[in-house]
């Protein structure tokens, strides 16, 4: 069983969900979490949208939030744990520009 820390805000059931279902692991999305938000201008891992992703530190813990189609990924720097929760597979990548509106 997964034990979480208080800095970081994940629940539990979605994320064993998760760990069965992806191919990718936690470490591997936040690895590609934090070169998508600066690489693609807040971009994010799992939906391709730019300008939608959070970068937050509580305490020890770093995680990346897609407010476009909710994927959320974390890094406990103090024991060394990652956590991911998939985003919304309905959501579709964001215009880049407004000429593509």
């Known amino acids: 069983m997964l034990v979480f820390p208080r800095d970081c805000r994940f629940v539990q059931s ?13 470490s591997e999305w936040f690895e590609e979490a934090a ?7 807040q971009g994010c891992a799992w939906c391709s949208g730019s300008y939608r992703v959070f970068q937050v530190r509580r305490g020890h ?4 939030y897609c407010n476009g189609c909710e994927f959320r990924v ?4 103090k024991t060394g744990r990652y956590f991911s929760v998939p ?7 964001a215009p880049e520009t407004m000429f593509e509106i």
């Open 87 to 93: 985003g919304d597979e309905n959501v579709g990548k």
């Open 61 to 64: 813990c770093v995680e990346y």
């Open 74 to 77: 974390g890094h406990d720097e």
């Open 35 to 41: 070169r998508s938000y600066v690489e693609r201008h």
């Open 14 to 26: 979605v994320v064993e969900a998760i760990m069965v279902r992806s191919e990718r692991t936690s």
